[in-house]
């Protein structure tokens, strides 16, 4: 009996410890997808993409067997549709030297294409090409194998059911060689398809679909895990982008929940501003500058850069209103020199016009910069240009990643917000962010007589004291200058925005 | 370089010109390859008595010339005489479309 009980909790510590290694993973070596799959493709067995003309799923084949082979591991691509040319020419655009691989007996091209004249007869099959894979399998040692559009193959068949044994019979002989394996197959359309080659999800151990949709004119690439034998994987839509080394997935792993608090207190780079903050804004913290156009956002947040950047600090500026040239000189007149700052380094403005690309490419360009910059603060001018990525979801999209990513890195993150009407406090609330925002400065103009009146006001700053009053402010050659100074004793402590009702 | 099976019928010590030489790719005993061999046997029989010549690749012996011919789908047929060289797909079954295919059906015999 006793035995019994102790044989069993051996059987269950080993099965737990099984569980807990998880089934063995090959990594694609494209950049973010490993994290999406927890460690890479299901090793010896068959992965599944699936995805529409253009969608890049040859592409995330191809990388994936470059990478391999990169790294020792010989592979074989099948080509169905393209011609091998072509495809060393797409590498070698994207800074791969397929051609060496191919003399190391690295990798392998094999044009597979089925002239569309040829005359079929009665049955046949697809033993040939089993035949001489596995000649090249011997002679290379491969082990990882991309056959590309094998739905060109399977249209030659009128048949299903011959259709159906073919790809088992595939199936079968990558399992008995061992062979870690990825199949795409295009999708037509979306309704067709499924049943037409619904087995074939079945059939794959891990089915990745991939596509490209357009929203307003902008395309934007998409890709999803359906399924992972065996695994655990994320399971939402990522994004992904075509950059100029490949494949860029964009996971989302960070949660908002698990950010660490926000330091000290950083210089608003205004001494009466810090006055009225009480000492200025929180390290790693989301800051909201809302204004209409010209009530003093940019001076104000490049008043922040110029300080930091005295300090020693690095500061990242995205622009999608100006370039960086025009920036500096407009900055000259209220008395704020960013040229030495963008001399020394510590300045980094990336100019960028919304609508020049997708969301995801914003993004990763964005991440990039926060990878490689290391900046200890952030400024998106304007994020109300955002919406020109796409539509206002991609803005969302766009804003929430980059903040999460800030939050995460423990970055300052100052979001420009250009104000349209007169009930700002709405305005705000319909990006959707507000929640996560920690601080709110309002800037706002209103003509009393023949001039216009400069008023700011602190709508919010969580966790910490500030003034509730509108304070006058003039924009001078020496930047933002306050009219009074800040009465300290109507400080009072906020959590949250004011009523809706005040503007 | 390929191991080829002459076929007795066909005598390859026919001279001249109007010779047919055919490659028919097979892999080994596949029930495909096995009627294509006998559909071509027959049909040539038929049509092209004395005149013809038949090759035999077995593509699960010979992945070399499999790979050379780019031989991905069997059984394959090659008419490499007379040229321009044409190829038939499949077993071979549709005989009406292998002789449109192979240029026989005016002149055969």
Redesign the interface.
Known sequence: MATRTRRAEHKDVAGQQKQRKGIPKVPTGIGGLDEVLRGGLPAGRLTLLSGGAGSGKSLMGLQSLLHSAAAGEPGILVLFEERAAAVRQNARSLGWDLAALEQKRLICLMEAGVSPELVISGDFSITGLLAILDHHIKVMGARRIVIDAVDTLLYLYDSPVRERQELFALHEWLLDRGLTAIMTVKTIQQDESPSRYAFLDFMADCVIHVDQRVTVQIATRRLRVIKYRGSGYGRNEYPFIIGENGINVIPITSNVLQHSPPGPKVSSGQAQLDGILDGGYKRGTSVLIVGTAGSGKTTLACMFAQAACLRGERVLYINFEESPESMVSNMVSPGVLLAPMIKAGRLIVQSYLPESMGVEEHLFLALKALDTIHPQHVVVDAISACKRMGSEHAAFDYLMRVLNACKERGITCFYLVQATGLDVVAEISGIGISSIIDAVVLLRQHPIGDTITRQLIVLKSRGSRHSEQYHEFRITDRGIVLVQASPVDTMSRSASLPGHGRN | MIKTRRRAEGKASVAGGTAYTFRL?V??N?S?ST??RE?LARLCEKHLKGRYRIDIVD??KD??S??KY???????LIMIKPRPE?????????TK??LA?LRLTGDAQ
Do not use: I
């Not at chain 2, 044409?86 to 549709?94: E, F, H, I, K």
């Open positions: 790719f892999a080994g596949e495909n009627q294509a559909n593509v699960l992945a070399t499999a790979f780019r031989v991905l789908l069997t059984p394959l044409a190829s038939v797909l499949g077993n071979l079954s549709d479309k292998v295919t």
